[in-house]
């Protein structure tokens, strides 16, 4: 079994500071992680994604997601937000065989 | 350049009637999903398949239906539509199992349906 919490569900920041969303997992098995973005009224985007090679994980857009197996976290991170990047972000788990569960999304808000 | 497409993008129906979603993708996948969208939620699978000739029931499968009589193709069926299905939804594929990792899932534009 497998499941994602996303512990807020709206993260409000202004334009040129850091971004933090936070993500935790479950997984009975070794975890695939993603971090997926939806633009309004657009499809979903995969920003990044984790496999069990670096636990560091770099995206596009200066995104950056780090995979912490004590904590069962992988939480996403921007040094500095900006207009465009407000989105709604979605963790993501997958393992093995299994089909990829979401987590119910963080709004993230850019002010100027 | 290779795609995933939805169609129709928009529509509106009425309670009870049949309605089909198409999916076409031009990846050759193997592997292709379909999401709904609702607020509060997420997105959660309706129904999967792992290639022609194969479907698989996903978390909210009450409802609907899918076959798969090609590669390229996944069309979802409403089988009598309930104001409980408006929603978006979301078509995916992947080359391997999306749980692996190895390949990303590609998600279509979305379909927003509502119910009458």
Redesign the interface.
Known sequence: AQSVTQLD?HVSVSEGTPVLLRCNYSSSYSP???W?VQHP??????LL???SAATLVKGINGFEAEFKKSETSFHLTKPSAHMSDAAEY?CVV????????????TMLLVSP | DAEITQSPRHKITETGRQVTLACHQTWNHNNMFWYRQDLGHGLRLIHYSYGVQDTNKGEVSDGYSVSRSNTEDLPLTLESAASSQTSVYFCASSHSPPGQGRSEAFFGQGTRLTVV
């Open positions: 569900s695939s992680l993603f997926y009224n657009k499809g979903l985007q995969l994604k984790y496999t979605f997958g393992s093995g065989y299994s089909t990829l569960t979401f987590g119910k999304g």
